[in-house]
Nanobody
């Protein structure tokens, strides 16, 4: 089994910055591509960003391109989401996800491991 634990959420002002972290533990050798998803109140969970095991391939949803950056440190089994210039519409619970395949994907059903989520609130 793989456990994912997110941290770094909280209250941030619009235009500020916040960095989310997701630490993987357990059978981490089975983890390859990882991603971030979010769920705003009253809305479905949506894709935010994903990264390949090597870190060379990253993909973002259009609404965060140029503002958010996904990265990873495999030595520490950790993936990050740097949120710059967040907007109130970025307010959501952010979930880290991992899968055993190397190809990053934007589909939540492709991920077999999920964290419990960390709440991000962006004030205007």
């Amino acid at each position: 089994q793989v456990q994912l634990v997110e941290s770094g959420g909280g209250l941030v002002q619009a235009g500020g910055s916040l960095r989310l972290s997701c630490a993987a533990s357990g059978r981490t050798f089975s983890v390859s591509a990882m991603g971030w998803f979010r769920q705003a109140p009253g809305k479905d969970r949506e894709f935010v960003a994903t990264i390949s095991w090597s870190g060379r391939n990253t993909y973002y949803t259009d609404s965060v391109k140029g503002r958010f950056t996904i990265s990873r440190d495999n030595a520490w089994n950790t993936v990050y989401l740097q949120m710059n210039s967040p907007k109130p519409e970025d307010t959501a619970v952010y979930y880290c996800a991992a899968r055993g395949e190397t190809m990053p994907t934007m589909r939540d059903y492709d991920y077999g491991y999920w964290g419990q989520g960390t709440r991000v609130t962006v004030s205007s």
